[in-house]
């Protein structure tokens, strides 16, 4: 089975980027729909980003739209979250996941995601 590992995160001041990279193991990457979620102490799990299998159809929540990229590259196994003009409320847990047959409604529901990261923290600061 796929395994996620994601490598990125950190402190940053806000208008600071960072980008996050996660990694997987095991096949099948390339038939899958990907995800980035992330969550803040004492909130519910939040879509951040989602890009389906052939990196045609991208979905974001609003409060990312203009700010963040969400690209994948098949042959290396990976995906990306690029943030830029970070804010202090993007800062929480960021979570890769990876789903296959979603429909396009649940592209933003966690729920249909079959395999996670662990997770990397991202810090922003006033």
Not at 83 to 96: G, H, I, Q, R, V
Not at 110 to 126: I, K, M
């Amino acid at each position: 089975q796929m395994q996620l590992v994601e490598s990125g995160g950190g402190l940053v001041q806000a208008g600071g980027s960072l980008k996050l990279a996660c990694t997987a193991s095991g096949s099948m990457f390339s038939s899958s729909d990907l995800a980035w979620f992330r969550q803040a102490p004492g909130t519910e799990r939040e879509f951040v980003a989602a890009i389906r299998r052939r990196g045609f159809t991208i979905e974001y929540t609003d409060s990312v739209k203009g700010r963040f990229v969400i690209s994948r590259d098949n042959a290396m196994n990976m995906f990306f979250l690029q943030m830029n003009s970070l804010k202090p409320e993007d800062t929480a847990t960021y979570y890769c996941a990876a789903g296959w047959g979603l429909l396009m409604s649940g592209l933003r529901v966690g729920d249909q995601y079959a395999v996670w990261g662990q997770g990397t923290q991202v810090t922003v600061s006033s």
